[in-house]
């Protein structure tokens, strides 16, 4: 090899490093404090700017564009919100934080692909702000609600032994989603021209074809039955609701069937009852024997049913239909009672119900019914929904009025949520695991009656649920007292005293909210001139209490427990029979 390609390479070897070495010294001298070339902030170029300078300028580009308003339309009908609705408020500093941090982040790998990136592409980045985007999510779902068309599924239905067929009408849908990501897109870039906005059909409709064929398939079920039977009951499924399950493109809708089947399982099945004992001066007072449960196999029930169908169809008349049932033995049996560890009152919830109408005070009691004997083994999670089961006409519960989606209405139910914050105040008092609960939205005048705000449990199964756990080493034994006279509900629970002591501070209550104006509801069983007042107005507010279990010096459980509440207006019954 010659000496000047020696020479070369050496200078190669040794100049190219320091070469490269200056250049990376001098970009990072140049650009210590400035933004990267080829960046964009909502359209305006920001390269080669320090960030005190972008500030400024996007400053001045809020204040020439910032939009004065939301505008959409459809069709030849136009919306406009004005944008403080919103409380829309730029971040220009935050922004041009943004643009001088791109390539300066702590992963060098990042930082050089970026840094690439700027010097040979254009980087866009958007205007960052804050928006309150509940409000403007309630707006758009209440534009939506104003112009969304519900379909209407196709129906059939028997009229004096003729078959009708709905076919049904398709729906409109507002993409609520798009329009938010347009909205977000539109503010970042400091735009505001018109969204059109989006529409989607919702088609549900059949064809005349098809309302021919499934008339045709309907007819085969007029006047026909299918009987059905178990040890304990029997039934019959009516033409009525054959036809409701055929499905309009072949054969038979499997979502209804399951639907039929569920049905069938809540009339059929029933849980385990353990054998049960009250506690009390020292003795067992009550005694009941254990009862099996009873549950459907509901895949197995779908299947059969299905192949009585099809032999209807084929012409021909099935047999009855043994449903299948299992029979779930108690988990604490009638010769178990003896041997519980049950020995004295660890626990106790008190409430009162003042002022509830019979229909709630009716629930109260069978609710305290369906837990009163419970037995909680050693590590179970005792789950409120599970132990009360359904909550319908059908398993003896009257309507009352209820708190749903914002509004007093007659429900299945109303004063369930007695019993569960009875529960709740019981399992504080005995210091036992809290797995979940959640307070009301709005402040019940029935939990404060002898009590302070925070200490309720809502439920509505199969969730929100009311959970504690048995952490002791012996069983639990729930004991009830249904209190009409007094209107007065108290839970006891029973075990074995283990040492823990558990302190429960005063409630601290903040950020009250005045209630709305008094709601007055037509009643039609009352007399005309009559007011009946069943609901008290509460101020809302947000509420909180500490909760410390110990023993012997040790920390069992320590938890501070917030509620949010909602102001609640009074509401009256006003009389509307006539006299």
């Known amino acids: 090899m010659s000496t000047k390609i020696k020479y070369f390479l050496l200078g190669v070897f040794v ?60 069709d030849d009908n136009f919306y406009s919100w004005p944008i403080q609705k919103f409380d829309l408020h730029y971040l220009p500093e935050k922004t041009a934080a943004k643009a001088l941090n791109l390539g300066r982040q702590s992963n060098w790998q990042t930082n050089l692909q970026t840094k690439w990136q700027v010097w040979h592409q254009q980087i866009y980045l958007e205007l960052d702000y804050y928006i309150d985007w509940f409000a403007l999510e309630n707006q758009v779902a209440s534009l939506a609600a104003q112009l969304e068309t519900p379909p209407q599924p196709p129906a059939i239905s028997i009229n004096q032994q003729q078959i009708e067929v709905f076919r049904g009408k398709n729906g409109r849908q507002i993409n609520q989603g798009l329009i938010l990501n ?14 059109t906005i989006p529409v989607e059909e919702i088609k549900v409709e059949i064809s005349e074809a098809t309302a021919t064929t499934i008339k045709m398939r309907a007819s085969k079920f007029i006047n026909q039955e299918i009987r059905w039977q178990t040890p304990e009951q029997n039934g019959i499924l009516t033409d009525a609701d054959l036809i409701n399950l055929l499905d309009f493109n072949q054969g038979f809708d499997r979502e209804k069937t399951n639907q039929l089947v569920e049905l069938l399982a809540q009339r059929i099945e029933q849980p385990s009852a353990n054998a049960v004992f009250e506690f009390s001066q020292n003795r067992v007072q009550v005694f009941q024997p254990a009862k099996p449960g009873i549950d459907l196999d509901q895949p197995t029930t779908h299947e059969r049913i299905l192949i009585a169908l099809q032999t209807l169809e084929a012409g021909e008349q099935p047999e009855p239909i043994d449903l299948p049932i299992n029979y779930i033995e108690p988990e604490i049996k009638t010769a178990d009672i003896n041997d519980l560890g049950i020995k004295e009152l660890i626990g106790q919830g008190r409430s009162t119900f003042w002022h509830s109408i019979t229909s709630r005070i009716h629930n109260i009691k069978i609710t305290a019914e369906k837990i009163n004997g419970r037995l909680v083994k050693p590590d179970e999670i005792f789950s409120f929904s599970q132990a009360v089961g359904d909550i319908s006409q059908e398993t003896g519960y009257q309507s009352a009025y209820i708190i749903k989606d914002g509004k007093t209405i007659l429900g299945d139910g109303g004063g369930v949520c007695q019993v569960s914050t009875t529960m709740f105040r019981a399992a504080l008092d005995a210091g036992l695991p809290i797995i979940e609960r959640r307070a009301h939205s709005y402040r019940v005048g029935y939990y404060e009656q002898n009590s302070q705000p925070g200490f309720d449990a809502t439920v509505y199964a199969p969730n929100p649920d009311f959970k504690f756990k048995n952490d002791t080493q012996y069983h639990l034994l729930i004991q009830t007292h249904f209190d009409a006279a007094n209107q007065r509900l108290i839970i006891n629970l029973y075990g074995a005293d283990d040492g823990r002591v558990a302190e429960i501070s005063q409630a601290r209550v903040w950020d009250q909210q005045p209630p709305p104006e008094d709601l007055y509801i037509d009643d039609p069983a009352l007399p005309i001139g009559t007011i009946k007042q069943i609901d008290w107005q509460a101020w809302g507010a947000k509420a909180a209490f500490d909760w410390l279990v110990t023993r012997n010096g040790e920390t069992l459980q320590q938890k501070t427990f917030y509620s949010v509440y909602k102001p609640w207006q009074a509401i009256y019954l006003r009389g509307t029979m006539p006299l």
């Open 182 to 195: 347009q909205i977000e897109t539109q503010l970042g870039q400091l735009q505001n021209s018109q969204i």
């Open 15 to 74: 100049l190219g490093p320091f070469l490269l070495l200056v250049t990376f010294l001098a970009h990072h001298l140049v650009y210590w404090n400035k933004i990267y070339p080829w960046v964009k902030i909502a359209g305006i170029t920001v390269g080669n700017q320090t960030k005190e300078t972008v500030t400024d300028i996007l400053n001045q580009a809020i204040n020439q564009s910032k939009p004065a308003a939301i505008n959409l339309r459809l």
